[in-house]
């Protein structure tokens, strides 16, 4: 079978920013996106968060990448077309397009709204869409998006800051709900304040929970009790505010990418605790079985969340006024902030601004 170019594979003509081997160096490219289907929603970029896995995924860090990539997918735009069948949206709505486009719609995950959880989900880009074409991610000018994977955004969010919403929002939305650490009154720790852990914390606060950031980096603490509202701040590696915090906590989100002993983290658990991993370290992580039969507790994984709440998180996030705090950048910096992300040196999220930024080159 003769490989198709990018460009060719579709009717429309479409401009990008794209990895093209494990360098993971981000540069112009051309591709094309399918017309407007009957339950297809047609969106112009307005901006798109850069999120850690983008990082990953564009060095081939996890093995999994084929290039040419195109990431992002903390996607916000404005529709321009819908097709026939299309109910929901309405040309000049304001959408988000988070980490997934096509599901089977058929399963018990899809029947029960946790699409993210369907075996043959297919990701916002990097993945082989139902026609077999390649997906695309939100480093373009736009994008066609199956209806049922479209998120609206209410008139009063401001746009670039609920990009991040729609990875790294939901990621930590949809655990503190399904876990139930949602609770007035409970106390739930934070590990890592990066891009999705400052919004653990914001979500967290706004459900009326008493919260902990546990991190790494002392100089963190006056920024995550002052700016952020945490009740208090535990540095990991400091045995005694370890030791003091030991039992206290409901539950726990972990969103640290870097490999890290869970052991020290469970010990902070209460009986019947959770300790809920939501971003995949590196190296695999060795679990003592009496550290969780001594109280019963529970070490589990949540990985971002289905439409239907990612909806409602939307909805929670216009009522509370919560957005990621972020650094909007022009398109043509993309490789310096992939290089500070490595570093850590952001707070807490990068945005392209897409719609001013990104111009064609033909």
């Known amino acids: 079978m003769e490989m198709v170019s990018p460009e060719q594979e579709h009717p429309n003509k479409a401009f990008a920013w794209a990895?093209?081997?494990?360098?993971?160096?981000l540069s112009p490219f051309k591709i094309s996106r399918r017309k407007t289907g009957e339950k297809d929603v047609a969106l112009r970029v307005l901006y798109c968060g850069i999120c850690h896995s983008d990082?990953?995924?564009?060095?081939?860090?996890?093995?999994?990448?084929?290039?040419?990539?195109?990431?992002?997918?903390?996607?916000?735009?404005?529709?321009?077309?819908?097709?026939?069948?299309?109910?929901?949206?309405?040309v000049g709505d304001k959408v988000g397009v988070g980490c997934m486009v096509g599901s089977c719609q058929s399963c018990d995950s899809c029947a029960n709204n946790f699409e993210n959880y369907?075996?043959?989900?297919?990701?916002?880009?990097?993945?082989?869409?139902?026609?077999?074409?390649?997906?695309?991610?939100?480093?373009?000018?736009?994008?066609?998006?199956?209806?049922?994977?479209?998120?609206?955004?209410?008139?009063?969010?401001?746009?670039?800051?609920?990009?991040?919403?729609?990875?790294?929002?939901?990621t930590t939305y949809s655990p503190l709900r399904y876990f139930e650490l949602d609770k007035p009154g409970m106390h739930v720790g934070v590990v890592g304040l990066g891009g999705v852990g400052h919004l653990a914390v914001k979500f967290a606060k706004a459900m009326g929970v008493k919260v902990t950031v546990i991190s790494t980096s002392p100089n963190k603490e006056k920024?995550?009790?002052?700016?952020?509202?945490?009740?208090?701040?535990?540095?990991?590696?400091d045995q005694d505010q370890m030791q003091a915090a030991m039992g206290t906590m409901d539950g726990i989100i972990d969103t640290v990418f870097a490999a890290h002993p869970l052991l020290p983290l469970i010990g902070l658990l209460k009986s019947n605790g959770k300790l809920v991993m939501?971003?995949?370290?590196e190296k695999n992580i060795k679990i003592p079985a009496?550290?969780?039969?001594?109280?019963?507790?529970?070490?589990?994984?949540?990985?971002?969340?289905?439409?239907?709440?990612?909806?409602?998180?939307?909805?929670?996030?216009v009522k509370h006024n919560i957005t990621a705090d972020i650094e909007v950048i022009p398109v043509d910096y993309l490789n310096t902030a992939m290089e500070r992300l490595g570093k850590s040196d952001v707070k807490y999220r990068f945005v392209v601004d897409v719609g001013n930024t990104l111009k064609s080159t033909s």
């Open 118 to 170: 369907c075996p043959k989900l297919i990701l916002t880009y990097g993945e082989k869409y139902h026609d077999g074409t390649t997906t695309y991610g939100g480093y373009s000018d736009f994008m066609v998006v199956d209806e049922h994977f479209i998120v609206r955004i209410p008139d009063n969010l401001p746009l670039d800051g609920a990009a991040p919403l729609f990875c790294a929002g939901i």
């Open 278 to 281: 939501v971003t995949a370290p």
């Open 55 to 90: 990082l990953h995924k564009v060095k081939n860090e996890w093995g999994t990448t084929s290039y040419p990539i195109v990431p992002g997918y903390e996607v916000v735009g404005v529709v321009t077309e819908v097709g026939s069948k299309v109910e929901k949206f309405k």
């Open 223 to 237: 920024e995550a009790i002052e700016h952020l509202h945490a009740d208090s701040f535990i540095v990991s590696h």
């Open 19 to 25: 990895a093209t081997d494990s360098s993971g160096v």
């Open 290 to 317: 009496f550290s969780l039969l001594m109280g019963r507790k529970m070490v589990a994984g949540s990985r971002i969340g289905g439409m239907k709440e990612t909806q409602e998180m939307v909805d929670f996030a």
